[in-house]
């Protein structure tokens, strides 16, 4: 004669685990679908103004109330965007201006992050040099320019040098910050232990600072990618600036939409990729301490 183990008379413990196991599965359920219910609510949330903008502007195109000179009807922006992608000019120009961002973030970042630790971490060097950033710090990249084009010419090293501006500020100044607001007593923990200085920095500086110092990469990268497109709007023979203000002189209104939208898009990636790293970075940052 066999036992069945559905009998909770013989296997009470196995019939639990199975109870508990469903429960489980079907909570897991749940929690799915809540949470893919909430992120398509917010997406149709967010998607509701975006429509209205192309409803109007499809209306406006159509009623010729606008003409067409001025604001160009969507399908013909759609059919330049077309064109732009198959010959590749637009991605030509979107590189150039990644390009330009990853050289400014290499040299503004880490010459930010170099000011940020030194002046968090030393009070002798963080009075010698402080107030003159703060100073330096108020002017906007446009307020560079001239002097800029006086000392490095108005070719590449120009709009290098002044996206690489923009970085050092919000990068420096997050750093800063992040150190200057690490609890004492993690600090008074390496001194028990007698952490050497390399320890300090990568025990507990980094994890304790990782926050500030990931907002401060995200906003130098957005403020790269804003300054290279202002930039290369005054001075540039490719990038998506340089397609803005090249289209507006031309009068083809299509292709400045079309280079506002590459702006976005490439935005948005940018925006995507960060919140991908701060996810990883918090993982890190749990596992550090």
Known sequence: MSASTDDPQIFPAAIAHRINTDTGIQQALQKVTLQVGRGLFSALLGAILPTLLFALWWTATERHWIAEQILPPPAFVWDSLKDVLQTGELLQHVIFSA??????????????LVLGFGMGLSRSFRAYVFPTFDVLAQLPVLGWIPLLIIFVGIEEPLKVTAVSIAVVVPVALSTLNGIANIPKALLEVGRVYRFRPSQVITRIVLPAAAPALFTGLRQGVMQAWLSVIFVELLSSSEGLGFLMAYSRSLSQIDMV????????VVGILIELVLRLIESRLQGWRRSAF
């Open 257 to 264: 939409i079309v280079a506002m939208l590459a702006i976005g």
């Open 99 to 112: 390009k330009r961002v990853a050289w400014s973030l290499l040299i503004g970042g880490g010459a930010g």
